[in-house]
């Protein structure tokens, strides 16, 4: 049988998280009198929570203390955490856990590459914690996507060689981390924002089990 490493985002791919954090960076950003559009956005999506202040803050022109940098990052993440408190499995993304049963009939690793720190608090709130033998998220990188670093590190987690690990990722950032990492790229969303992946699908719900197969044979 042949093995494959499949590794998952978490905000956007897994769980419809990305919103929630558009809107905790919205509020904040006006706090600061920056404006940014949610094409800007798309420019956030996968990246770190200290690199998505530092864009929010160069857009709006603004240079702030050490002091009120940290203090906005706190305000971010409790706003963020507000808005995913009362999260369920509601907030799944359609067709995610066909997939994921697909891959675990079929006995192949599956692996979590998130930027967010928040991830482990919302794969147990979704109730999906238990379906991935590897969770690398926020807390154990050091270089956020689109270094490759995350992927890497979950590939090692997982036992597979980079070229047999197939990514989703609904990010700019995270499909340009995959396929520095020498991996299968697929990209959730839309094809004039994920064109540099190796494929793009709308959502899960595009994604045959057929397709799942020939990823695991080719
Ligand atoms: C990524 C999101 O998954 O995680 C980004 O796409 C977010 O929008 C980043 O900034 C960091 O997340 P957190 O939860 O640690 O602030
Ligand atoms: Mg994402």
Known sequence: MNKKG????LDGVIVDTA????????????GLDIDFTEEENEQLKG??????LEKILAWGNKTISQDLFNDLMGKKN?????FIADMDTDEILPDVPRVLNVLKEKHQPIALGSASKNARTILERVHLISDFNAIVDGNDVSKAKPDPEVFLIAAKEINVQPEDCIVF????????AANTANMISIGIGSKDVLGHANYVFK????ITDDFIK????N
């Open 78 to 82: 409790e706003e963020y955490l507000g």
């Open 214 to 217: 020939s990823l695991i044979e």
């Open 47 to 52: 990246v770190s929570r200290v690199r998505s």
């Open 19 to 30: 919103k929630y954090h558009f809107l905790a960076w919205q509020r904040l950003a006006k």
């Open 169 to 176: 990722e609904d990010s700019v950032a995270g499909v340009t």
């Open 203 to 206: 959502d899960f719900t595009e």
């Open 6 to 9: 499949f590794i998952f985002d």
